[in-house]
Nanobody, 127 residues
Framework: VQLQASGGGLVQPGGSLRLSCAAS????????MAWFRQEPGKERRFVAA????????YYADSVKGRFTISRDNAKNTVYLEMNSLKPEDTAIYYC?????????????????????WGQGTQVTVSS
């Protein structure tokens, strides 16, 4: 599976962006998908995840109520709708996929649980 993330950019505080993660070489309907982000000098951290087969969605506390993860299996694409953006949301955003067996719930926020990663897209929130 190859993942291509896009949609990042520069936005003012309070603004919105929608990130896309297009998958090729596989189908998103059979994989668990997630978004992580990484600030300079910091480790990559979980943002949101969506389980395969119409399963649940999960969010980091810092983005709950502001971000929404969704998928369009017909387009093999997962989205991250980001609203009410804050300067602390500035980071490189990565999409990730877990093929094979489902991720256990306790691991859904862990980097090591995912076996495919996109190249990242920069999001900068600044006035």
């Amino acid at each position: 599976v190859q993942l291509q993330a896009s949609g990042g950019g520069l936005v003012q505080p309070g603004g919105s962006l929608r990130l896309s993660c297009a998958a090729s070489g596989g189908t998103t309907s059979n994989v668990d998908m997630a978004w992580f982000r990484q600030e300079p000098g910091k480790e990559r951290r979980f943002v949101a995840a969506i389980r395969r087969g119409g399963g649940g969605t999960y969010y980091a506390d810092s983005v709950k109520g502001r971000f929404t993860i969704s998928r369009d299996n017909a387009k093999n694409t997962v989205y991250l709708e980001m609203n009410s953006l804050k300067p602390e949301d500035t980071a490189i955003y990565y999409c990730a996929a877990k093929t094979g067996g489902r991720i256990i719930l306790t691991a859904i926020q862990q980097n090591w649980a995912y076996d495919y990663w996109g190249q990242g897209t920069q999001v900068t929130v600044s006035s």
